[in-house]
């Protein structure tokens, strides 16, 4: 329910309830440890942890299975604790933290803390991501927002990515079945070399769009004269054309105004998570309905309150 309310609130809740990282990205961190461990250090853990902790009531068999181990640690065990430990010399050895970073992609260097700190931030960013269909695009979907800006370290640690080149191309995907699955409206085929990211038959025109994944707001000012030469060569009038981003500099509105005073097409900023929330309403209410592309026929700043949805 954390990734439910905002970061502040959750935090706090954290603090009151000594949660150091999420459920789903501490299961991944035991399976961690249990592959580059061994029994002995799972019972180490396990045995120092019921004198350490006052309340822990932890109730352990004579002979536990590894999974048994595995249902304590989680259910009983601070996250630091199974890592680093109950003492300055206890837990794993600075070289296997170190070591550990380096599999993760990690800086490797640094004191004992400060490498349990940067392992336990990169399992805490691990979110459970499940799917409804067999399209892989659907996952995609579920991080849509991230690879809009551009956040390679959840991407990676979420195994979404490999390299960082697969972030725009994924944005592109994901983008594709929201049109194509969510909104039902398939994209036409791209030709030649020269292309916006997609393209959708809208009466006798194109709707055209393009993502630009950015850590930064996208300033539209410099990608306009792209822009306009997708316009200008399409064989087809261009209704709206969408730029897809995170986020938008102030100027770009008026960059917006300022070329549908001198084009019929007009310039459409939406953010990823906006054009998502349209998609997630659409889908619920009207699932198997093709979307009017009409909605999308604004200049300037996209605004959601003007969809009858």
């Not at 499940?130 to 927002?145: G, H, I, P, Q």
């Not at 195994?159 to 594709?176: G, P, W």
């Not at 960059?255 to 998502?276: F, G, M, R």
């Amino acid at each position: 329910m954390c990734d439910m309310i905002p970061d502040d609130i959750a935090s706090e809740i954290r603090k009151y309830f000594n949660i150091e990282i999420r459920s789903y990205g501490y299961e991944k961190l035991i399976d961690y440890v249990i592959k580059k461990t061994n029994k002995q250090y799972l019972l180490d853990i396990v045995n120092k942890a019921s004198s350490y902790y006052e309340t822990a009531n932890i109730e352990i068999s004579n002979n536990p299975t590894i999974h048994e181990l595995k249902l304590l640690i989680r259910n009983k065990i601070k996250p630091t604790n199974l890592i680093a430990g109950f003492s300055p010399r206890d837990g794993l050895d600075v070289s296997v933290l170190s070591s550990w970073c380096g599999d993760l992609g990690l800086v490797v260097s640094g004191t004992k803390n400060v490498l349990v700190d940067r392992i336990l931030n990169y399992y805490d960013s691990m979110r459970r991501i499940e799917l409804k269909t067999e399209d892989a695009r659907e996952k995609l979907v579920s991080v849509y927002n991230e690879l809009a800006r551009r956040d390679l370290k959840f991407l990676r640690s979420n195994n979404i990515i490999e390299k960082d080149l697969q972030c725009e191309h994924y944005f592109e995907d994901a983008t594709n079945y929201i049109f194509e699955k969510m909104l039902i409206n398939k994209p036409l085929t791209l030709t030649g070399s020269e292309h916006p990211d997609g393209k959708l038959s809208f009466k006798d025109k194109y709707i055209m769009w393009d993502n630009k994944s950015k850590e930064t707001p996208v300033n539209l000012k410099d990608h306009i004269d792209q822009f306009d030469r997708y316009i200008k060569t399409s064989d087809k009038d261009v209704a709206v054309f969408l730029v897809i981003a995170s986020d938008f500099t102030p100027q770009s509105i008026q960059e917006c105004v300022d070329y549908s005073l001198n084009n019929d097409t007009q310039i459409l900023l939406i953010t990823a998570n906006e054009l998502k929330t349209v998609a997630e309403v659409w889908n619920k209410k009207h699932a198997g309905e093709i979307f009017n592309l009409g909605y999308f026929k604004q200049n300037g700043r996209f605004d959601i309150k003007l969809l009858n949805l």
